[in-house]
């Protein structure tokens, strides 16, 4: 499956447009991690253990859109965008969508 951000996949042209994709996760902090953040607060620097969790929620939601492509018998992503929000104290929520296309 080729995603990327453009309008068009390089070389390639686009042969039939699919519709409308999209993957999403709801990720929740774990407590144990939130006491290590804390204390990284206080001395700076990158908060890998969040780093690390919304890495993978990102890795899902894009993977889920890319299920939901396959399924309309896409074989590419384009236009794609991630987006993130707040769902509730201590959760968000990570989506990710395009358009999904046959290219030759």
């Known amino acids: ?3 990327v951000t453009s309008a068009f996949v390089p070389g390639r042209e686009v042969k039939e447009l699919k519709g ?3 993957g999403s996760t709801v990720q929740a902090k774990h407590i144990g991690k939130d006491i290590i953040a804390g204390l990284k607060t206080l001395i700076g620097g990158e908060i890998s ?3 690390e969790l919304m890495e993978e929620a990102r890795k899902q939601a894009i993977e889920r859109m890319t299920n ?3 399924k309309l018998g896409a074989n590419a992503v384009i236009a794609v965008r991630l987006e993130t ?3 509730m ?3 968000s929520e ?4 395009g358009t999904a296309v ?3």
Do not use: G, K, L, T
């Not at 990570?94 to 969508?97: C, K, L, N, T």
């Open 20 to 22: 409308f994709v999209r």
């Open 68 to 70: 939901e492509a396959e």
């Open 1 to 3: 499956m080729i995603i």
């Open 85 to 87: 929000s707040s769902v």
């Open 94 to 97: 990570i989506i990710a969508y």
């Open 49 to 51: 253990e969040y780093s």
């Open 102 to 104: 046959f290219v030759e």
């Open 89 to 91: 104290q201590n959760a």
